[in-house]
């Protein structure tokens, strides 16, 4: 990527969104005017202020950061995000096109020709090529490989050999390689010589002639250490890497832990092969939790806002689909128990109660769960604890929620059973709700599914057939 | 906080956790021995065995960086973590203690005497202390602040000034500052005088003989110019730069928009007073996706997943109970219908399909919407859009799946009027649910309150009642 030194926007991006948004409606406007006064006398002042918007958008759109650009882009809906993005100078198409997500991205491409893909992508580096690879017309890929030199065209591919979220996918190659038997003075007018340095560069690569690691020397030690020092005596010899076949994610979260900036990649023995970044690491942390707000409602995560109806329908199918099956079994519970809802017709406005209370307090518990499995909080060792603490808290609420909406029940419909029924009924359910809440996540993640999938369908399933079940069989037995 | 060079980890960090609770267990089994032998003859060998695996979890605990204690410390149950965090060296509290989550925090806190806060604390820079400082007991902050000389207590004072998540809570005071009418020469002299440079220099900022910023000089810059170069023709004199009253989320995304690792924040005056990091901006990104989903469950951020029973039934007691109220309005919804139920027992059965489907297909919506907000990505611009959208969504999942479950309706109950009005029912329940799921999010954005708070638990009630409503109001009018 071009390095832009970002300036202190003028205004907040809300701001300046609502801007382009006004001049967006504003160039429409004439244009419908124009589309109705066609083949009548062709207007050219309105023609002229058609133009006009049009130059004012394109002014504003070059002032601004490619990150700040492709949120604009993110934000618009189909017609409106293409018109912004023809006005956009196409030096700047591949940089836009890293930043934005995986499904604007889609929308922009299938909008360019291939000649136009081509030169957006010429600039770009190997790791970032290999990012945008996936999304590209195959004969576009493959001319784009043709024009790489072998060495650039090797990282290409070693890149896409891995998968989405593995390190390998994630390193750059814009490392800074020196040698400790060199004096830190020869490091510094090495680097002057370069003109420029990689983005977050905070630590350069120690390797020997084969290439193996054998440090890092940080930046600050570079200038703060004499510079008759050899590198050797100044390097940190014993760093965190990482090897491309890791978890992105983990990475990450190494990168936090530690507060790192930048960190090499090794391979199986012990060659520097290329490098991680914070910037890539933030975006997975900011992807991987946005992901698991998304599974947990049942939706993938490849909806962008202004998605076309037909593709927002199909990415929440599934987990409709999942949750009519579960709402039918609900219904065939209530069915078995019709004899006893056609004598005591209470019984029908009071289940959903219990099956509401005990789906809230399910999805309490599973999304406490779930977030403490993505901070690597819960092991095999503490499992059993964490399933009393929670049955502790259900059983507290049950009685006492519970206790309440019994004496409801009791004052409603003048009958004392009836609100012992509820109460007990809350309480089992509220007892279910807490122990499937721990279960639910703790089984998909053994059975090597992300733990959040769709989690908050599947506790509220079992809760909704099991408060039926428990309250309208607790009556059949005690009330009828 | 003391710089720690962070080394690579031999073991994963579950492996470690595992380890830590290994050794943990083994220590109380053979507590339990000694205490049940008590009274007994007293078993010296036992006691030494006691001993050993203490020190061999000590030495443990001594390998490991304060982040990853402070994960181990997270993930163990109350009375385990105190013994862990009784193990740790006192000089590595302070570090550890800025590391836990608060609620974690709190707890350590609660063991340590006045002695023990004051030695954790002595050695942490100004804005650590402002962190720690709300959460210690009033006359340790008072001690705290008589033993700082004039500067830091008045960076402290400013520190505590700002909200928990303004820039001016967040900033650090680690600057260095040049002048911009020297030569980088002096510059790199300068830097090699400071012997040590504060975390995340990336840039050093350039001001002028009043403190007011005059640009930054990337280290990079610094290190492949020609020494002979003026600071003010090499530094970026433009930079983003925040102040301490704006908002962190907001400099927190401009970080990952801009890929930053470290900017200046400055008075109005123009003034430097403090700078922000890449680790306490992606803190903050990781905070904010957390309470997000903890938000729409309807919990608050305090409560981590060892909390007392206690504490965390205060924690859900709040929605639990406006849950508690909205079914019991669902309930007197079903309650007005009892005529018609009481004739048509399979009305029963069937309503909560309506009201089940309803709730899923609105949490899916009120989940992209939250997310699309947290991203910035809605403005008044687009409301109508978004309804529009949805409502599409709705109303062909209304058709189909209400179309299907009609169908199984009629099957079941072979009554087609009655799979009618469930497929109109279905279709009536999924657009309210689409329109609710837009509207209830940026009813609370609009009131000034955190769209995602208790979204789940409205979006519920209001598809639950709704289709109560709907479903038995249909089949009391076409089917009675």
Redesign the interface.
């Known amino acids: 990527m071009t390095e832009v030194?970002?300036?202190?926007?003028q205004e907040?991006?809300?701001d300046r969104?609502?801007q382009v948004?006004?001049l967006l409606?504003r160039h429409k406007l004439v244009e419908d005017l124009t589309h109705r006064q066609e083949g009548q006398h062709h207007d050219r002042v309105e023609n002229l202020v058609h133009r006009q918007n049009l130059v004012e958008l394109q002014r504003k759109l070059e002032d601004l950061?490619p990150?700040?650009i492709a949120?604009i882009l993110?934000?618009?809906?189909l017609d409106e995000r293409l018109t912004v993005w023809q006005l956009v100078k196409s030096e700047r198409d591949g940089d836009i096109l890293l930043e934005v997500s995986d499904a604007v991205r889609e929308t922009l491409i299938a909008d360019m020709d291939d000649h136009e893909i081509l030169a957006a992508a010429k600039d770009l580096d190997a790791d970032e090529l290999a990012d945008l690879a996936p999304e590209l017309p195959r004969d576009v890929v493959h001319e784009l490989m043709e024009s790489l030199d072998a060495q650039q065209r090797e990282r290409v591919r070693s890149a896409l050999s891995y998968e989405e979220d593995q390190v390998g996918a994630l390193m750059d190659f814009e490392m800074v390689t020196i040698r400790e038997d060199v004096s830190l003075e020869v490091v510094?007018r090495y680097?002057?010589r370069?003109?420029?340095?990689p983005?977050?560069?905070?630590k350069l690569f120690v390797v020997d002639y084969d290439g193996v690691l054998k440090g890092v020397l940080?930046?600050?030690r570079l200038?703060?250490?004499?510079p008759d020092k050899q590198v050797g005596e100044v390097m940190?010899d014993?760093?965190?890497?990482f090897h491309p076949d890791e978890d992105g994610y983990?990475a990450a979260?190494a990168?936090?832990?530690?507060?790192?900036?930048s960190a090499p990649v090794v391979d199986k023995n012990g060659k520097l092969i290329g490098r991680l970044t914070?910037?890539e690491m933030?975006?997975l942390?900011?992807e991987e939790?946005?992901s698991?707000?998304?599974n947990?409602?049942?939706?993938r995560e490849e909806?962008d806002?202004?998605a076309s109806?037909?593709k927002?329908?199909r990415n929440?199918?599934a987990?409709?689909?999942i949750?009519?099956v579960?709402?039918?079994l609900?219904?065939?519970v209530?069915?078995l128990f019709?004899g006893s809802?056609?004598k005591l017709?209470?019984?029908?406005?009071?289940?959903?109660?219990v099956?509401?209370?005990g789906?809230?307090?399910g999805?309490?518990t599973i999304?406490?769960?779930?977030?403490?499995m993505a901070?690597?909080?819960?092991?095999?060792?503490?499992t059993a604890?964490?399933v009393r603490?929670e049955l502790?808290?259900s059983l507290?609420?049950g009685i006492l929620?519970g206790g309440?909406?019994g004496g409801?029940a009791y004052y409603?419909y003048d009958s004392w059973s009836l609100g012992v029924v509820m109460t007990a009924a809350m309480t089992l359910n509220l007892l279910l709700a807490a122990l499937m809440g721990v279960l639910i996540p703790m089984t998909l993640a053994r059975l090597g599914r992300d733990p959040a999938m769709g989690a908050?369908?599947m506790i509220?399933a079992m809760t909704?057939s099991g408060g039926?079940f428990i309250f309208l069989g607790l009556a059949s037995i005690f009330l009828m």
Chains 1, 2 share one sequence.
Do not use: C
Request: proline residues 4%; aromatic residues 6%.
């Open positions: 030194e970002a300036k202190k926007p907040s991006l809300q969104l609502a948004i006004e409606h950061h990150a700040d949120h993110e934000a618009l809906p510094l680097l002057r370069l003109k420029e340095l983005g977050h560069t905070d940080p930046i600050k200038l703060v250490n004499d940190a014993d760093p965190v890497s983990d979260q990168f936090e832990r530690y507060d790192l900036i914070i910037d933030v975006d942390i900011r939790s946005e698991e707000v998304l947990m409602a049942g939706l909806e806002i202004f109806v037909w927002s329908v929440r199918w987990w409709l689909a949750n009519l579960t709402a039918f609900a219904s065939r209530i069915g019709e809802i056609e017709v209470a019984l029908a406005a009071l289940m959903p109660i099956a509401g209370i789906g809230n307090s999805n309490q999304t406490m769960i779930v977030r403490a901070l690597d909080q819960v092991s095999t060792g503490n604890r964490l603490k502790g808290v507290i609420n929620w309440v909406i409801v409603l908050s369908v509220t909704d039926f």
